[in-house]
């Protein structure tokens, strides 16, 4: 009789093994779900942005329409893209290619440069991208700790079974952060 309630008592015990771990897997990725919403969050919020600062370059920069164009095309597949990090991140990389290029283009507008409204903007847009970048680290946190036990043994059996698989990073280009406030030159 000792060996049945030993082999009960393991069989229990694998079974809890195996809950707890299903439990955790389903929490982290409830937890890499929602971190990947506040990555949208803060996108979305640079999406907002990016027209009005179109707006205000584009009424100083009337020669620099493919420039603006590009911005605006770039927002436009940016917004579209609901695919997978990996795909998000490309579009991503190109829209953040064009605000680049757009703030280049303000270098040569030097009263544009000195306009409230539009360093108003340019903070704006600099302090989003740096929520973008924290948003980022946190997701890309979550996707390590998912990918790591879906790799362990025993966890990756319990992976197998219930199809956790792994998640993908979103990674982008340093953004408009590094750039900063564009200089005002006053002596001009």
Known sequence: MTPLWIGVGLLVLVALVVVLSYNRFVSQRQLLDDSWATIDT?????????PNLVATVGGYATHERQTLEGVTAARTHAVAEHGPPGAQADAENLLVGWLRQLLVVVEDYPDL???TGFL??????VMTEDRIQAARRIY??????L?????????????KV????????????????SA???PVNLSA
């Open 140 to 145: 890309n946190g979550n996707v390590r700790d």
């Open 147 to 159: 990918n790591r036990r879906v790799q362990q043994v025993p966890s990756n059996l319990v992976a």
């Open 180 to 182: 900063g406030p564009p």
């Open 120 to 125: 108003d903007l340019q903070h704006e847009l």
């Open 42 to 50: 803060e996108l979305q919020r640079r999406y907002d942005l990016v």
């Open 113 to 115: 440069k000195a306009s």
């Open 162 to 177: 219930f199809g956790f698989g792994l998640a993908e990073h979103f990674e982008v280009e340093p953004a408009l952060r």
